[in-house]
């Protein structure tokens, strides 16, 4: 077991508390009163001052002690949560989201940030309050300041530290300079004279520090030598009982007065509540999550991929057996690992709430930058989709939905004339359907022009002037490389990334884009992406002397290939299910499978979107679990297949790729039609 | 080759009349003859899939690359599971042989560069060529091989079909 950076899991936590504070405002935003929000927000900024200055991350810890004692006066209601508080506390939380994650990019905009939230707040309140974090001027009136806390600090200096030209004696001058101390020197490390290098450095040192707050002053006078050293300063422990407060350690208090108890006093005691604050966080993660390095998890999802493997060997070959014990735990097995199958990638699921609320922000950043104003509704927070899938979906949603509020909705003026209401709705929505998910992006703008997609697609070259297109077909021009319809490049949209861009993120995850759009009435994206998980169940199918494997939530049911459609091969593929028309397919034509056709075609009806497409087969095998294998490089181009799977037996079956199906099946479709009325006209 | 070293150990695996030599460091294993999956639309390069210890693994047949005649696998038949950098990623494949010889080591001095004239077969494909019990052996450029058939789609059906 290695050691977690400490450094990386501040950061971690840190963008979870970041993202926290920006929940928390954006809501306030909306019910500037509420004391529940605004302690909430308070608690989290306070928490990434602690820990900030935990793992020396001391200019987030002073840029945030600023931040909290501006936001103090809210707290205590002496000023109100207006919106231009909030638009300034936002640009502060994405300093502090700077400062943490690429301190080096971090200009000096702290300082401007800090002297607008000081200006707006009061003007007069804590004028003295400038860069060095002063306690006292947090609230002067509170508990007298608690002096003469012992810390025991213990370093040892980079064994090259006497190379480099350090002087140990003027650091611990240096120490002795910040409070009254104990100095003692340890010299466990010190070698038989024989080993003794002269050059190196052997000691460490035990500093039994009182101060108040040693922390930043100590780094100080380490600043050179932090790389190759240890150090660790300790509140000594036999006073830390005393004046803590009971609750500081306390995750979630929910009551406003015992929020009330830790914030004044331990602005002063800041850092002996960091170390209290920083259990606080550890239990608070540990009793509700558990942060897992993602590559285990996929070595555990190979493991259980492999058990499932071998269950299907077992099952078999209990199948053939008279064994009635090797049965019974054959069926024992499947249980069990269907179970743990479905345990374990459950742990790998994660709803796509945690990705839609970092849009509130953007929405509300674009209402502000556009002036427009717009509710932002969500649904289906609550659908999960693999880690991994949801990583990438970020980008790609942004521009949508970039594109949605900064092209798709038009200004208040215009809607009203339009007879619509003057706040524009962007509804971005998560739905399960069958193996995919999809995710719309709607907003009730002015629809896409198809006039002017098509005079821009003619004049950046995409489309001959004469070519004849129908809408629908202008309309996937957006997703075209080098297009883009926005009158004006706007600094919100045309940042390089554009719609061809989201159309080979969706692509790369093997999902699709439906366009919908009507004049007047708004435009809706929706993207469908398969569940890739990494096991699904299947339907086993024979193709000639091949098998394949059919994701099972496709599957909408099987029927027979009548006779009819057989000896009409060369006509219209169509079945009639049910009194609707079905495109169907035949595997083997597909395939160029060269045997003889069973006697009694199957065709399994598979489903992606509104599509339907009927896949015909020799022969429908049964159901069983398939572990996702992906293709080699070599086999990617083959886009009727999405991977493979091994079977029961040993052998490699190849898994179909329904989406990609159905989408032939529904060009044939088109085509036929085009014929047919072609032919009519 | 590297000339340096001195020597480069191999393995040579016989495919039709032809010896061929392959680094010995690539290899990762020498299977019988397991169940092959077609892959329908695939070049025929790479037109199956094995099963290596759970892992899906396409198998290539070098015979398609050299023009060479493509008998039904025998008993002597094996497939040698390497890994190859296809386009930079290292990637494992397996590739059919008529007959696996031995590990050897081959004298960097008896390997030359592929003629330019007078082969049968692209130069791009052969890294060298050496000498070797009065024959010769040819040691393929498997990278360059992977990387170019690999990516050449054999003529899609599914337009056919459509």
Known sequence: ?681 | MSNETGAMRALTLRLQDEIFAIEAGSVREILDLVPITEVPNAPAFVGGLINVRGRVVPLADLRVVFDMARPEPDQDTRIVVLEVEIDGEPTIAGILADKVHDVTDIDAALIQEAPRVGMRWRPEFVSGVARRDGGFVIIPNLSRIFSVQGSRTAPSAEERAA
């Open chain 1, 1 to 681: 077991m290695s050691l977690p950076d400490p450094t990386e899991t501040f950061r971690q936590e840190a963008r979870e508390l970041l993202d926290q504070l920006e929940s928390g405002l954006l809501d306030l935003e909306r019910n500037p009163s509420n004391a529940d929000l605004i302690n909430s927000t308070f608690r989290a900024l306070h928490t990434i001052k602690g820990s900030g200055a935990m793992f020396g991350f001391t200019e987030v810890a002073s840029f945030v002690h600023e931040f909290e004692t501006t936001f103090d006066r809210v707290r205590k209601g002496l000023s109100p949560a207006t919106p231009d508080l909030i638009a300034i506390a936002l640009d502060a939380k994405d300093h502090v989201h700077t400062l943490i994650e690429t301190p080096q990019a971090a200009g000096s905009e702290g300082e401007s940030i800090l002297q607008r939230l000081r200006a707006l707040v009061s003007g007069k309140a804590t004028p003295a309050v400038m860069a060095e974090p002063a306690p006292e001027a947090v609230a002067p009136t509170a508990t007298p300041p608690a002096t003469g806390k012992r810390w025991r600090l213990r370093f040892t200096l980079p064994k090259d530290a006497l190379l480099y030209g350090t002087n140990p004696l003027l650091l611990l001058e240096e120490i002795r300079a910040i409070g009254p101390c104990e100095i003692t020197v340890l010299t466990d490390r010190i070698p038989p004279l024989d080993d003794l290098d002269p050059e190196t450095t052997y000691l460490a040192w035990q500093v039994d520090l009182t101060a108040d707050d040693p922390a930043a002053a100590i780094d100080d006078v380490f600043l050179f030598l932090r790389d190759g050293m240890d150090l660790s300063l300790v509140p000594l422990t036999e006073e830390s009982t005393v004046a803590e407060p009971a609750n500081v350690a306390d995750p979630l208090p929910a009551s406003a007065d015992s929020v009330a108890d830790v914030s004044p006093p331990m602005a002063k005691r800041r850092g002996k509540a960091e170390a209290q604050q920083l259990t606080g966080v550890a239990e608070k993660s540990t009793s509700s999550s558990l942060r897992v390095p993602a590559e285990r998890l996929d070595e555990l999802m190979d493991r259980v991929g492999e058990l499932v493997i071998a269950q299907a060997r077992l099952t078999q070959i209990a199948a053939q057996s008279s064994d009635g014990n090797l049965k019974t735990i054959a069926e024992e097995l499947e249980r069990l690992s269907s179970g743990l199958r479905d345990t374990t990638m459950g742990i790998r699921m994660v709803p796509i709430g945690t990705l839609f609320s970092r849009f509130r922000r953007l929405v509300h950043d674009l209402s502000r930058d556009l002036d427009k104003q717009i509710e932002f509704v969500t649904t289906g927070e609550e659908t999960e989709l693999d880690k991994t899938m949801i990583e990438k979906l970020a980008d790609p949603l942004v521009h949508l939905i970039r594109n949605s509020v900064d092209h798709g909705l038009e200004p208040a003026a215009s809607r009203v004339a339009a007879g619509k209401p003057p706040t524009g709705t962007v509804r971005l929505s998560a739905v399960y359907a069958g193996a995919e998910v999809a995710i719309s992006v709607a907003a009730d703008g002015a629809g896409l022009d198809a006039a002017r997609i098509r005079a821009k697609a003619e004049e950046n070259g995409i489309i001959a002037h004469d070519a004849k297109l129908t809408d629908q077909e202008l309309y996937q021009l957006i997703f075209a490389p080098g297009f883009s319809t926005a009158k004006e490049i706007t600094a919100l949209s045309g940042r390089g990334v554009g719609m061809d861009v989201v159309k080979r993120t969706i692509d790369g995850l093997r999902g699709t884009i439906d366009l919908r759009t009507k004049p007047g009435e708004g435009t809706t994206l929706t993207l469908r992406l398969p569940l890739t998980l990494a096991i699904i169940d299947g339907m086993l199918v024979r193709v000639g002397d091949g098998r394949y494997t059919i994701p099972l939530a496709a599957v909408e049911e099987c029927v027979e290939l009548p006779a009819e459609a057989i000896s009409t091969s060369r006509g219209r593929n169509f079945l009639d299910i049910r009194g609707a028309l079905v495109p169907f397919v035949r595997l083997r034509d597909i395939f160029n499978t060269p045997s003889e056709p069973d006697q009694y075609q199957k065709v399994v009806i598979v489903s992606s979107g509104d599509g339907r497409v009927g896949l015909v087969v020799d022969q429908i095998i049964g159901n069983n679990q398939t572990v996702i294998k992906q293709l080699s490089k070599l086999h990617t181009q083959l886009k009727a297949f999405s991977g493979a799977t091994i079977l029961g037996d040993g052998t490699v079956a190849l898994i179909l790729d329904t989406v990609h199906l159905v989408g032939m099946g529904q060009a044939y479709e088109d085509k036929f039609k085009a014929e047919t009325t072609g032919r009519a006209a």
